[in-house]
């Protein structure tokens, strides 16, 4: 996968993760590009596209549209299941996701992207395995705050 854009009816930005290294011009050139032509097409109209040199991939769920760029010799109903279990997974976290979810806790969003893919590879299948490295991470995140001393890695080790 070479990234992955959320964006909404309206054609606003929410989320986007990219695998390859562009410019930011680039970037936005693209999303611009991009945004436009899906937001174009009709809601009956197939899922898939060849746009430059790339296949499309694309789902609304709800008031927000889930894109993903993939090479020529990549699997699109296999982006297509990525797509969805991505949404499972938001859906699991956030209990019945909605857009205003992805906008005030975006790093969430990203948190969860982070730990299914990696490189723009799947990076683990089981959504039980992703939720329960999230709740790790908020736990984490949870017991760091009412900590009232903060220390060090090498003071957890025992090495100072």
Request: include cysteine; aromatic fraction near 12%.
């Amino acid at each position: 996968m070479q990234f992955m854009l959320l964006f909404s009816r309206q054609g606003k930005l929410r989320l986007q993760k990219w695998y390859v290294p562009l410019s930011d011009k680039e970037k936005k050139k693209i999303t611009r590009e991009l945004v436009q032509t899906v937001l174009a097409r009709k809601p009956k109209m197939c899922s898939f596209l060849e746009w430059r040199d790339l296949k499309i991939v694309y789902k609304r769920y709800a008031s927000l549209y889930f894109c993903c760029a993939i090479e020529d010799q990549d699997n699109e109903l296999i982006t297509l299941e990525i797509i969805h279990r991505y949404v499972e997974l938001l859906d699991k976290y956030f209990g019945s996701v909605c857009e205003l979810d992805i906008i005030f806790n975006f790093e969430k969003a990203y948190f969860i992207l982070d730990e299914f893919l990696l490189g723009g590879e799947v990076q683990e299948t089981s959504k039980k395995n992703v939720l329960k490295a999230i709740e790790q991470a908020d736990l984490l995140q949870e017991v760091s705050k009412h900590t009232e001393t903060p220390r060090s890695v090498l003071e957890e080790i025992g090495l100072t």
